[in-house]
């Protein structure tokens, strides 16, 4: 696939952007960063901290013509192609994760977060934007964050150079190019690909928000529509498809 | 709006899986609430109906803009030009951008094709449906935060 990368020095919102963009017809491929955002977001609208140079804010516009019923594994291929940029990038001996879905941890820490949306008309599918936000250079983060947040500099430490946004963004697209032609081809096979790239598949002790109710439990594997299947203490086993997995271990 | 346009209405809206209808026209304030049975029950409810006539001490046509006053004495739209917006996806229906926004669209609001009317969230994947006609919401058929399903009514939608 070809990409058409734009940059802005500073930006509302790059998938505020994009979503404009595509509704003013933008190709597939288009993909808009940022130096800065000045109301980058997550999920219902949560902010999403972005200062200047800090980190990657780019968003991707696909136009997949796929079932719709496979829509929503998008948000599962997002996160498998950050985790396979930052692989690329980063020593074996730092570990990485996709936390259901899709936010990538860093030796257990959040270094990226996904927000993915599509835009219907009426009945037909018009737009996907994936929105990643890469924590890079940053070295402190407010206190009460949804997750624990760590950046590419604090995890490689002071004496090994990290990379930087323009590495971490040719990962992306490169990746990108890989997993979404493979999800094109067939998209269920990206279930199988996120078990293989998660420890939250299975067996991982977790809580999950559900707006102000709490679930715990044990994960066991994915359902083909990609919710996470959480079995509680009860011995009931629930599929996870709003909230947020807020702890692990 | 005499009684042969409300059970115009009332036949209208039992049909299909409407939550709650409202509408507000030269001081009539309609209020439709349907009761819907449980899973596996095929017999529908009747619609629970509340008609309260609006006191109204002078005309006041700056209190409505929403409704232009030739729109308000019209009867009531006939079936053919409500438009039906029908959820494309499983999911979870959202009204706003997130819990402390103001709704996309309340009944009442003019709507362009193109304009947002909620948000379903799929596995985290934030869908905006727009609308694919142009004209007036005049039922919201799912409560904020409700699980719909493929093909699930979700507006009715009066087309200019």
Same mark, same amino acid.
């Given at each position: 696939?070809?990409?058409?990368?734009?940059?802005?020095?500073?930006?509302?919102?790059?998938?505020?952007?994009?979503?404009?963009?595509?509704?003013?017809?933008?190709?597939?491929?288009?993909?808009?960063?940022?130096?800065?955002?000045?109301?980058?977001?997550?999920?219902?609208?949560?902010?999403?901290?972005?200062?200047?140079? +800090?980190?990657?804010?780019?968003?991707?516009?696909?136009?997949?013509?796929?079932?719709?019923?496979?829509?929503?594994?998008?948000?599962?291929?997002?996160?498998?192609?950050?985790?396979?940029?930052?692989? +690329? $990038?980063?020593?074996?001996?730092?570990?990485?994760?996709?936390?259901?879905?899709?936010?990538?941890?860093?030796?257990?820490?959040?270094?990226?977060?996904?927000?993915?949306?599509?835009?219907?008309?009426?009945?037909? $599918?018009?737009?996907?934007? $994936?929105?990643?936000?890469?924590?890079?250079?940053?070295?402190?983060?407010?206190?009460?964050?949804?997750?624990?947040?760590?950046?590419?500099?604090?995890?490689?430490?002071?004496?090994?150079?990290?990379?930087?946004?323009?590495?971490?963004?040719?990962?992306?697209?490169?990746?990108?190019?890989?997993?979404?032609?493979?999800?094109?081809?067939?998209?269920? +096979?990206? $279930?199988?690909?996120?078990?293989?790239?998660?420890?939250?598949?299975?067996?991982?002790?977790?809580?999950?928000?559900?707006?102000?109710?709490?679930?715990?439990?044990?994960?066991?594997?994915?359902?083909?529509?990609? +919710?996470?299947?959480?079995?509680?203490?009860?011995?009931?086993?629930?599929?996870?498809?709003?909230?947020?997995?807020?702890?692990?271990? | 709006?005499?009684?042969?346009?409300?059970?115009?209405?009332?036949?209208?809206?039992?049909?299909?899986?409407?939550?709650?209808?409202?509408?507000?026209?030269?001081?009539?304030?309609?209020?439709?609430?349907?009761?819907?049975?449980?899973?596996?029950?095929?017999?529908?409810?009747?619609?629970?109906?509340?008609?309260?006539?609006?006191?109204?001490?002078? !005309?006041?046509?700056?209190?409505?803009?929403?409704?232009?006053?030739?729109?308000?004495?019209? !009867?009531?739209?006939?079936?053919?030009?409500?438009?039906?917006?029908?959820?494309?996806?499983?999911?979870?229906?959202?009204?706003?951008?997130? !819990?402390?926004?103001?709704?996309?669209?309340?009944?009442?609001?003019?709507?362009?094709?193109?304009?947002?009317?909620?948000?379903?969230?799929?596995?985290?994947?934030?869908?905006?449906?727009?609308?694919?006609?142009?004209?007036?919401?005049?039922?919201?058929?799912?409560?904020?935060?409700?699980?719909?399903?493929?093909?699930? !009514?979700?507006?009715?939608?009066?087309?200019?």
């Amino acid at each position: 696939m070809h990409f058409h990368v734009l940059h802005r020095e500073t930006i509302d919102s790059t998938n505020t952007a994009l979503k404009r963009m595509a509704s003013e017809g933008a190709s597939e491929g288009t993909c808009l960063y940022a130096d800065e955002q000045t109301a980058g977001r997550g999920r219902f609208d949560r902010h999403w901290l972005s200062p200047r140079g +800090a980190g990657l804010y780019l968003s991707i516009l696909l136009r997949p013509k796929i079932e719709t019923t496979y829509l929503p594994l998008m948000s599962l291929l997002g996160g498998v192609i950050v985790f396979d940029a930052l692989r +690329a $990038l980063t020593p074996a001996d730092l570990a990485l994760d996709i936390k259901y879905p899709n936010d990538i941890l860093l030796e257990g820490k959040k270094v990226c977060g996904i927000l993915a949306e599509a835009g219907f008309s009426g009945h037909a $599918l018009a737009w996907v934007v $994936l929105g990643m936000g890469v924590n890079v250079g940053q070295t402190e983060f407010p206190d009460g964050l949804l997750y624990p947040p760590t950046s590419l500099k604090l995890a490689f430490g002071e004496q090994c150079p990290h990379p930087t946004r323009e590495d971490v963004l040719q990962g992306i697209l490169d990746a990108t190019a890989t997993r979404y032609a493979e999800f094109l081809d067939h998209p269920p +096979a990206i $279930l199988q690909t996120w078990r293989e790239h998660s420890s939250f598949a299975e067996g991982k002790i977790i809580t999950v928000s559900v707006g102000d109710r709490k679930l715990e439990g044990t994960t066991r594997g994915l359902r083909d529509d990609g +919710a996470l299947l959480v079995e509680t203490a009860a011995g009931t086993v629930e599929p996870v498809t709003v909230g947020d997995v807020v702890s692990a271990r | 709006m005499n009684p042969k346009e409300i059970k115009e209405l009332i036949e209208l809206l039992s049909d299909r899986r409407i939550a709650e209808f409202e509408m507000e026209r030269a001081g009539i304030k309609l209020r439709i609430r349907t009761t819907h049975p449980g899973e596996g029950v095929t017999t529908a409810l009747p619609p629970v109906i509340t008609v309260a006539s609006t006191p109204v001490a002078a !005309p006041a046509p700056v209190a409505a803009p929403a409704v232009p006053k030739a729109e308000a004495a019209a !009867p009531a739209p006939a079936a053919e030009n409500l438009h039906t917006v029908k959820s494309p996806i499983v999911g979870t229906f959202y009204r706003a951008a997130n !819990p402390n926004a103001k709704s996309f669209v309340d009944v009442g609001s003019r709507i362009q094709t193109g304009s947002v009317l909620c948000i379903i969230e799929a596995m985290k994947l934030m869908n905006e449906i727009e609308s694919d006609a142009a004209g007036e919401v005049v039922a919201i058929l799912v409560e904020n935060g409700q699980p719909v399903e493929y093909g699930q !009514p979700l507006f009715t939608i009066k087309k200019d």
